[in-house]
């Protein structure tokens, strides 16, 4: 249950540098990028929200992350001049982003591999040439907020993923823009008391699931080095964690484009709707109508999404709960 473990004494708060007036030098690195690349779609998928403190776009067209890393807090910043990224890094973890760069910017992902056959998927296609698949090499990081987002709205999941990550993680190292944090580590993520969680609108249910990946972290993150399948066994393991959520989890730690997301409220209406005008589609349908892009049914589904296609509402917006007030 959350909220089991005694709350550990306040540590003295840690004064970011741009607080102090000292801003540390940062880490680069250079390198190309494909033909085409577009940032704002390769780099969207890490967005938790419009205020996700973990990630900002900032107007100068420059893409802000702040990630827990095996070596510790760092800060990534980069920005797309004449075919080229440019990166910059703050924290313990800089050597490790911009170790992993090429792989963030879709470097292991092939976009040739997709054959568009229906007329829909080859307009956006044509439309979207600049979509790669991240690979960000971190479990947790897209783990505990994909639980969170199990079957809530997205803005309580967004909420609740604002509010925990800016109350117990930690200021993103070097300039990143006002409010951006690094997630809690596993540590921190336990000790989050009961109420706390209930104060963001996550419930027992969910906490208990986050608890319960935190208790094995490490053999979470070990799953980034499997194969996507292998990985998704590896995450199902914990009761909580299932089909849906797996998937979420390795399009973004592997950039797996045939990990299509099944157990969705909305996905196989939209699939069914764009493909074969029925809104009606359930998951076993929406897997049939992807199966001529098999190998490649993840990049299909997000072609599809990117196209608008969706259908018509009929009932208005689901009413957000409010387990605080419980």
């Keep these: 249950m959350a909220g089991r473990f005694p709350q550990r004494p306040t540590a003295p708060a840690r004064t970011p540098a741009r607080a102090t007036g000292h801003v540390p030098a940062p880490r680069t690195r250079s390198l190309p990028l494909p033909p085409g690349t577009d940032l704002a779609l390769t780099l969207g ?11 900002r776009a900032a107007r100068d067209g420059s893409f802000w ?50 054959a ?4 829909l998927l080859a307009a956006v ?22 639980i969170l987002e199990q079957k809530v709205t997205t803005d309580e999941a967004y ?28 540590r921190a993520w336990s000790l989050i008391p009961s109420w706390e969680w209930h104060r963001a609108g996550v419930d027992d249910k969910r ?29 199902e393991l914990i009761p909580g964690v299932g089909p849906w959520t797996s998937a979420e989890v390795v399009q973004r730690t592997h950039g797996a484009p045939d990990e299509v997301t099944t157990g969705d409220y909305h996905l196989p209406g939209i699939v069914g709707w764009a493909l074969a005008g029925d809104r009606t589609t359930d998951d076993a349908a929406m897997l049939d109508l992807l199966a001529p ?14 196209s608008g296609r969706i259908p018509p509402r009929r009932a208005p917006r689901m009413t957000p709960g409010n387990i605080a007030a419980l």
């Design 65 to 114: 992350r702040a990630s827990r890393t095996p070596e510790g807090p760092g800060t990534l910043r980069i920005t797309a001049r004449n075919g080229t990224a440019e990166a910059h890094a703050w924290g313990e973890g800089a050597v490790w982003l911009l170790d992993r760069l090429p792989a963030l910017l879709g470097a292991e992902d092939d976009p040739t591999a997709f």
């Design 116 to 119: 568009p056959r229906h007329k």
């Design 125 to 146: 296609h044509r439309r979207r040439p600049g979509l790669r698949l991240l690979r960000t090499g971190l479990v947790l990081e897209s783990l505990i907020p994909s």
């Design 159 to 186: 909420r609740a993923w604002r509010l925990l990550v800016r109350t117990y993680g930690e200021p993103a190292p070097g300039p990143a823009p006002d409010g951006m944090h690094v997630m809690p580590d596993a």
């Design 207 to 235: 906490a208990a699931t986050v608890l319960r990946v935190c208790r094995v972290a490490r053999r979470m993150e070990e799953a980034a080095d499997m194969d996507p399948a292998d990985a998704r066994g590896r995450l």
């Design 45 to 55: 998928p890490l967005r938790r929200g419009p205020a996700d403190p973990a990630y």
């Design 293 to 306: 892009y098999e190998g490649q049914r993840h990049r299909a589904a997000r072609l599809i999404l990117l």
